[in-house]
């Protein structure tokens, strides 16, 4: 293939991506969607530019207007997370937690963590940010019929391990943690706690979730592209007026990670705090009655729904089981779904141990639906199209063929100041 056919191939292939996304049922957790300005602010020339430093101090020339931008983020930030200090460089919810672990840990100290297992990030593991700051894991005992780590059980693995760090937070993650009780364990044997909301910021922030930073977190972390709907970057915020601490998390970013910081998406971000202190409430409210719209409807509908005798979620993700520990049946559903129109991914439930080929369950996410207008009516007809997919075994084309047709109603991103096309360009 020529060098230009190579080029004009990736490029029909971004528009077509976009075009399947567009057509289908996007339910990927931890994704979402850029309003108009967001991607206005990204779409610009500051994706070729530099500040190394802080507002005021940086190490380049041209550097003023992108101060105006930092600082008005830095203090949106602020009063987003209710929180007195803010770092908004760091350019993914890992390069936060890589940034953090380096802040308030160094190389052989204990940290506790839930297990990948159990719904961790991996970054929260040895293969991944835990591994690469060299530090020792300890992972917590889980509470299977609860999904959250076991309270006493936990505080009693934190009393006795003594870590340096306590880590909480989740990839799966369907409720709050139990945090108070947990920081209040971490901190009575001087282990700082650290917060990793990446998937739940959005919820955090409308005030839908937990309170981390008011619940005995040091510092929280997080991505700024899941349930907070920004370009895809991350926070670090804090609590704490111990200027030392500051002073790591920002040293942690620049010069800790990153030299550039992606200032195009810092732009985006900014936006997006803007447009999130005005909409960002009623969002946060709408994802979280679309997941338990979903679940019940699921539920209904046949599938098992984890977590029923909790009201099956109080997140933005719904969790089902399709067959036994490491049968595969997550990774087959997952599959079927998507040649009916509805894109998912596997998940590790309790009892599953090979993440590539045994998931038996799936994990489904709302925001991205809630976002292009979707309500709890429509989580009926979601669930409707689940069981025609994967309990009837009705015909995948004409399954997505329906599917495209319903989803044509639901083209344009909301919560923001200028609604426009979810999907442009395509
Ligand atoms: C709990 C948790 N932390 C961190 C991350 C990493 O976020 P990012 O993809 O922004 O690096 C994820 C990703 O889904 C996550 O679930």
Redesign the pocket.
Known sequence: MSSRGAAEQVLDAVVASGRHYRDSLPMIA?ENILSPLVRKACDSDLHGRYAEGLPGRRYYQGCDDFDTIEEIGIGLAKRVFDCSFANIQST????S?IGALKALAKPGDKITAVSTADGG?I?HARMGAVGLRGLDLVTYPWDEDRMEPDIDASCALIRETEPQLALF???VFLFPTPLSELSDAAHEVGARVMY?G??VLGLIAGGRFQDPLHEGADVMTG?S??TFPGP?G?FLLSNSEDQSLQKKLNNSIFPGTCSSYHLHHVAGKVVALAEFEEFGADYARDIVANAQALGTALSSEGFDVLAEERGFTESHQVLTRHGGPDSGAGMRAAQTLEDCGIITNMNMLPGDTKAMSGPSGLRLGVPELTRVGMGVDEMQDVARFFARALIHGDDPSSVSSEVSTFKSDFQTVRYCFEEGPAYPGT
Do not use: E, L, R
């Not at 993914?92 to 390069?95: A, C, K, M, N």
């Open positions: 931890s993914s919810g890992t390069v937690n990030h970054s937070g989740q990839s990793d990446a998937h991505s592209h899941k895809q991350g």
